[in-house]
């Protein structure tokens, strides 16, 4: 992509829930000589690092690539040992013999992600799937060793992570390091499909855009003394503290902002945004519940992204285009494929004139299935640029809600603002990023006394 200048299945999130077996599918990857990857035995090892429900899912995917058993769980990390217990005990459950992780493969601890790295071999692969304020760190020490990275998002809570994650997507394509970024909506064939229509003109020029993530409100209550605790923060700031992992607009948003960027094949050159807070908000978060964005395109085309959390109000969780020609729908409820092109610009069943084939995988899993290949095949897989790029333009529109001005590319190209100096020297006795008033309340961004470009 150029800069400025120039039918739903069920989703890998909810196996955890699921009992018996998983379906593997009926794609065959072919069967390559023992020296393209990673070692004799032709296995892929895994580490997990961060060992929450995003990263389980993620092993989930890895495990059930079609016709691929030669991949393997042989390292788990996290701050604590309870999460890795659980995990693995179901880990074992759905994928037995592949689980080859005994307790001195299970690291706890701040440092926990350099000892599971360190017991992987060049053509493995790490997972990045903790919180996104340290994901640059963890890239960054996986590329340095040699190790391919999985790494969820968001890639980084602000400006100046983003900045350091581009060198290391520089880094790892001088030394052929691969890395598949969590934007998985990328693999659906039938998005692809209507991409290479867009791209063929059957749309005419796309002119509007229209990207809503709208569902219900998830309030944080008052933290009490936890509120003061380093790790405590982590725990709960997952999507209520901007320092933790952005914030639950670009935590949820990206995935739609990524489709329009997408969609246009470029980024945005500038946004301008509102948000706000609910009538009677109890919120001790830093969120805000509503955030309407314009972004602008070099060639004068709006995308209009929308993300709220509120109760007893409509819902929509979609991507829709229009072109000069006709308009098309890119994705639906929770990234299910739901591709469509229409007669004219009416978005309605009755109106529809093209439907791709039904996706056979989860988008999750077409990720997977196309990251391991690249393993396999050895071929040039290194989506980080890409990733972080989706980032940024998330970030511009967080931006532009939250300072209530018009934030450009070039602003968010330039700034290196951090939530925190030095987020790899952060331990268990770190004092707290951000302290709450004695309400219990966070502080939340005002136009004219917040910053975070």
Same mark, same amino acid.
């Given at each position: 992509?150029?800069?400025?200048h120039?039918?739903p299945?069920?989703?890998?999130r909810q196996?955890?829930? &699921?009992?018996?077996?998983?379906?593997?599918?009926?794609?065959?990857l072919?069967?390559?000589?023992?020296?393209?990857?990673?070692?004799?035995?032709?296995?892929?090892?895994?580490?997990?690092i961060?060992?929450?429900n995003?990263g389980?899912?993620a092993?989930?995917?890895? @495990?059930?690539?079609?016709?691929?058993?030669?991949?393997? @769980?042989?390292?788990? %990390?996290?701050?604590?040992?309870?999460?890795? #217990?659980?995990?693995?005990?179901?880990?074992?459950?759905?994928?037995?013999?592949?689980?080859?992780?005994p307790?001195?493969?299970?690291?706890i601890?701040?440092?926990?992600?350099?000892?599971?790295?360190?017991?992987?071999?060049?053509?493995?692969?790490?997972?990045?799937?903790?919180?996104?304020?340290?994901?640059? =760190?963890?890239?960054?020490y996986?590329?340095e060793?040699?190790?391919?990275?999985?790494?969820e998002?968001?890639?980084?809570?602000?400006?100046?992570?983003l900045?350091r994650?581009?060198?290391?997507?520089?880094?790892a394509?001088?030394k052929?390091?691969k890395i598949a970024?969590?934007?998985q909506?990328?693999?659906s064939?039938?998005? #692809?499909?209507?991409?290479?229509?867009?791209?063929?003109?059957?749309l005419?020029?796309?002119?509007?855009?229209?990207?809503?993530?709208?569902?219900?409100?998830?309030?944080?209550?008052?933290?009490?003394d936890?509120?003061?605790?380093? =790790?405590?923060?982590?725990?709960?700031?997952?999507?209520?503290?901007?320092?933790v992992?952005?914030?639950?607009?670009v935590?949820?948003?990206?995935? &739609?902002?990524?489709?329009?960027?997408?969609?246009?094949?470029?980024?945005?050159?500038?946004?301008v945004?509102m948000? !706000?807070?609910?009538?009677?908000? =109890?919120?001790?978060?830093?969120?805000?519940?509503?955030?309407?964005?314009?972004?602008?395109?070099?060639?004068?085309?709006?995308?209009?992204?929308?993300?709220?959390?509120?109760?007893? %109000?409509?819902?929509?969780?979609? =991507?829709? @285009?229009h072109?000069?020609?006709?308009?098309?729908?890119f994705?639906?409820?929770?990234?299910?494929?739901?591709v469509?092109?229409?007669?004219?610009?009416?978005i309605?069943?009755?109106?529809?004139?093209?439907t791709?084939?039904?996706?056979?995988?989860?988008?999750?899993?077409?990720?997977?299935?196309?990251?391991?290949?690249?393993?396999?095949?050895?071929?040039?897989?290194?989506?980080?640029?890409?990733a972080?790029?989706?980032?940024?333009?998330? @970030?511009?529109?967080?931006? !532009?809600?939250?300072?209530? &001005?018009?934030?450009?590319?070039?602003d968010?190209?330039?700034?290196?603002? &951090?939530?925190?100096d030095?987020?790899?020297a952060?331990d268990y006795?770190?004092p707290?990023?951000?302290?709450?008033?004695?309400?219990?309340?966070?502080?939340?961004?005002?136009?004219?006394?917040?910053?975070?470009?």
């Amino acid at each position: 992509m150029s800069t400025p200048h120039d039918t739903p299945s069920p989703g890998r999130r909810q196996f955890l829930q &699921q009992t018996g077996t998983l379906a593997a599918g009926t794609a065959l990857l072919a069967h390559l000589p023992r020296n393209v990857f990673a070692a004799d035995d032709q296995s892929i090892r895994l580490a997990i690092i961060g060992c929450g429900n995003r990263g389980a899912g993620a092993v989930s995917d890895a @495990l059930s690539v079609p016709e691929d058993k030669g991949v393997k @769980l042989w390292a788990m %990390a996290d701050l604590q040992e309870k999460p890795i #217990q659980e995990k693995h005990e179901v880990f074992t459950k759905h994928f037995g013999e592949r689980i080859e992780v005994p307790a001195d493969r299970q690291f706890i601890g701040f440092d926990a992600y350099k000892h599971a790295i360190d017991t992987l071999r060049p053509g493995d692969v790490a997972m990045c799937t903790t919180r996104a304020y340290i994901r640059p =760190t963890h890239v960054a020490y996986a590329v340095e060793r040699g190790i391919n990275v999985f790494m969820e998002k968001p890639f980084a809570s602000d400006p100046g992570g983003l900045h350091r994650l581009l060198a290391t997507a520089e880094a790892a394509e001088r030394k052929g390091v691969k890395i598949a970024a969590g934007l998985q909506c990328r693999h659906s064939p039938a998005r #692809q499909a209507l991409i290479e229509k867009i791209r063929n003109g059957e749309l005419g020029d796309i002119t509007l855009i229209r990207a809503n993530r709208l569902g219900n409100s998830r309030w944080l209550a008052p933290q009490g003394d936890k509120a003061l605790r380093f =790790t405590e923060q982590l725990a709960f700031g997952k999507i209520h503290l901007l320092w933790v992992g952005s914030g639950h607009m670009v935590d949820n948003l990206i995935h &739609q902002i990524d489709e329009c960027c997408w969609i246009k094949d470029s980024w945005p050159v500038s946004c301008v945004g509102m948000g !706000a807070r609910e009538a009677l908000s =109890t919120d001790c978060g830093q969120n805000l519940d509503t955030y309407s964005m314009e972004y602008t395109y070099a060639d004068g085309t709006k995308a209009f992204c929308g993300f709220r959390r509120q109760n007893k %109000a409509r819902g929509d969780f979609a =991507t829709y @285009l229009h072109g000069t020609r006709k308009a098309a729908q890119f994705s639906g409820l929770t990234h299910a494929a739901t591709v469509h092109m229409f007669k004219d610009q009416r978005i309605e069943r009755s109106n529809i004139t093209w439907t791709p084939p039904d996706d056979i995988h989860t988008p999750w899993q077409f990720e997977w299935n196309a990251f391991i290949a690249s393993i396999r095949g050895d071929k040039p897989h290194n989506e980080a640029k890409r990733a972080a790029y989706s980032d940024f333009a998330s @970030l511009m529109g967080r931006a !532009a809600c939250h300072t209530g &001005q018009e934030v450009t590319w070039e602003d968010m190209m330039q700034s290196r603002f &951090q939530f925190i100096d030095n987020p790899e020297a952060l331990d268990y006795d770190s004092p707290v990023p951000v302290e709450p008033a004695e309400d219990g309340h966070f502080p939340i961004p005002r136009p004219g006394a917040w910053e975070e470009v």
